[in-house]
C-alpha cells in the first residue's frame, strides 16, 4: 500500500522591482524569491519591455532566490 501527498506549487514570496515600480534603475538586477526551492527550465522567466526588445535574462537553475541579470541597460523611464 502506498498514499500520495498533494503536491503544493511553490509561492511566490517576493520580486524586485514590486509590481508597479516606477524607480528602479535601468541596469538594475531583477531579483525573485520563492518560499521552497524550484528547478527552473531554461525559459522560465522571461521580461517583456515597451523598447528594449530581445532581452536575455541569466539566472540559476535552481533555488529559492534568484537574481535576473539582463545583460543590458533597459531605456530609462519603459515599461516592463
Known sequence: NFTTAALTPPA???TIPGNGASNFPSA???QVVFDTTVNLAA???T???SQTS???LSY???GSNFTLD???ALV???SC
Do not use: M, W
Open 43 to 45: 525559459s522560465a522567466f
Open 47 to 49: 521580461l517583456n519591455c
Open 12 to 14: 511566490l514570496v517576493s
Open 76 to 78: 530609462e523611464g519603459e
Open 54 to 56: 530581445g532581452i536575455t
Open 60 to 62: 540559476a537553475s535552481s
Open 70 to 72: 539582463t545583460g543590458v
Open 28 to 30: 538594475g538586477d531583477l
